[in-house]
């Protein structure tokens, strides 16, 4: 990790009324792959339109691999490659016809154009339909020809808005790879827009949540959900005959338990991350010897129903044991 | 200005463009009527049934303007009725043609393809704006002038072939009809362009676009039904007043168009 490649300052974006974008701050690292979340109307497409200088914010600013995406938008567009949440394919082109134009709008160096799209049609597995018109493809063709596009110039920093809606677990797959390999081997850095929360748990160093323009958390994923995650399932390996004096214990405490197994597990629901130890000291102070302790790592998917509130909120055993 | 990435630009929107059979019909359909299904008609089957006589041209005669009246002087009814169709009247129909093809391409170029949804993909590339209006201007002008000049050309074989018998000489090309091809029509091809730009705002669809759009025809329509009418002639003096005064629309609907052609505006009306 070395300089920041996006930095963006106080940047907004109002329509009329509508705060697309809000006050956002935010910094991302060379070969990072950072994470955009948020809901539809979150205001993910319209930070990646102005990170890329199409889009004139109306506060604030940013840079982008220390350029003015204002000022030096054209400059800056030969490094970035762009993803749209629309393939914005030309349907009545054929799939070359639409890599050997853009091609040339990318500045390819002319006489590397025609092995550069032949690579990159056989690399999408497209090169049996090359020579069809894009009309015909089918909706995870036409998305790997727009991925395909966006790699024509060997961009240093990719926005990807939605890589994978709509593709087949296989091609999700190659997507995911090509993401992996582009920032792994080749240090190029990726922003990327989804709302796969397991494909951004997979792929993501860090990620950034959007709410109505607002960023409301940014951090490693699993960061993220040990700060935010309020009810984590955490399994303790107790004695079996001690089972029923633990959950005693426990219960007395109002906290909830689930199926105490015979094999001595007991599974504590509705835990945070930082009141682990106290319940280990609970158990162990009512003199039940403990084996293991294994939390259930939360995922992506928890952090953001923890952020929406939109899952029925568990009793907190943390405030219980205080 | 990326010259490179202007051809892309119109090698794509050309490519597009012949897809679609609304431009088709006004770039192939509209010349071939106009430039050799009509001089053809018009002069084979007069004379076949041999037929204007003195009545006629004196009747022509007293509903012209004086002017083009001297340029009918001692020529019989049938050279008359020729020269006035072919060189007079077929005028302002040929500024139809640079017209209705810059506008139609306009109009799938501008309108179509954001209809489309290909315009976002174009505007992350690193074209600046001026390069993205530069190209799409020339995918409009290009083949509207080609058309025009194709057209002129052809319609001078056919209109020299089909009053061979009938005239002392030939009557293409000529002088107004050169100061029409090479002055006015790249202006009538510019502002079939520029008003389709000023459309383009606010149109939704290819098919609203092209439906306004050809109101621009009604000046011309105004021209034709003007010389019929007896208030005007077309002479080399009004070809070049009228080339000078479309010009100078042009340049005023383009300085107009331009402002409202900027990436962040494009992008915010998608
Ligand atoms: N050109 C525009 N004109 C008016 N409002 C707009 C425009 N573009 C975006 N908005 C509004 O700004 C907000 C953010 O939109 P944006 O497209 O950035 O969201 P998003 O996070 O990409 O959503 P999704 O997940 O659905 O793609 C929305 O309320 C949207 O309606
Ligand atoms: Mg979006």
Known sequence: MTDPVIVASGLGRRFGETVAVDQLELTVQAGEVFGFLGHNGAGKTTTIRMLNGILTPTNGSSRVLGLDPMADGPHLRTRTGVLTETPSLDERLTGR???????????VPKDAVKARVD?????????ERADDK??????????????????????????????????DPVAARQVHDMIVQSTRQQGHT????????????????????????????????????RQL??????????????????????????????????????SVRGATHSAIPDFVNLLVGAGIRIYGVTPQEPTLEDVYFALHGEQPVQRNSAEVIQ | M?????????????????????????????????????????????????????????????????????????LTPDQAGAVFFLVY??????????????????????????????????????????????????????????VSWAGYVLYSVVADLASAQLMERALFPNPLWNVIALWVAPAAAGLGLTSMMLVSVRAKTFQDAYQTGSLVVLPIVLLLIGQIAGVLYFNIWLALGLGLVLWIIDAVLLFYGRQTFHRSELIARL
């Open chain 1, 97 to 107: 016809d639409n890599l050997a134009i853009y091609a040339d709008l990318y500045r």
């Open chain 1, 119 to 127: 690579e990159l049609l056989t690399g999408f597995d497209l090169y």
């Open chain 1, 134 to 167: 894009v009309g015909g493809y089918s909706k995870g063709m036409k998305q790997r020809l727009a991925l395909a596009r966006t790699l024509l110039h060997k961009p240093e920093m990719l926005f990807l808005d939605e890589p994978t809606a709509g593709l």
């Open chain 1, 190 to 225: 990726v922003f990327l827009c989804t709302h796969n929360l397991v494909e951004a748990q997979r792929l993501c160093d860090r990620v950034g949540v959007m709410e109505h323009g607002k960023l409301v958390a940014l951090g490693a994923p699993r960061d993220l959900a």
């Open chain 1, 229 to 266: 995650v309020t009810n984590l399932t955490v399994d303790f390996e107790v004695d079996a005959e001690a089972v029923p004096a633990a959950l005693q214990e426990l219960e007395g405490k109002g906290i909830t338990t689930s199926v105490a197994q015979q094999t001595g597990t007991i």
């Open chain 2, 2 to 74: 990326n010259w490179r990435a202007i051809q892309a630009l119109m090698r794509k929107d050309l490519k597009v463009v012949l897809q679609n059979k609304g431009v088709v019909i006004p770039i192939v359909l509209l010349p071939l009527i106009l430039f050799i299904v009509i001089p053809g008609l018009v002069l084979f089957i007069p004379s076949a049934t041999s037929s204007a006589n003195n009545n006629d041209l004196a009747q022509l005669m007293a509903m012209v303007t004086p002017g083009l009246r001297d340029q009918l002087v001692g």
């Open chain 2, 89 to 146: 009247m077929m005028a302002p129909l040929f500024l139809i043609v640079p017209l209705m093809v810059s506008n139609v391409i306009a109009a799938d170029s501008f309108v179509g393809e954001r209809e489309r949804k290909t315009l976002e993909a174009l505007l992350y590339t690193p074209t600046t704006d001026g390069e993205l209006l530069v190209g799409k201007m020339l995918s409009a002008l290009v083949p509207a002038i080609i």
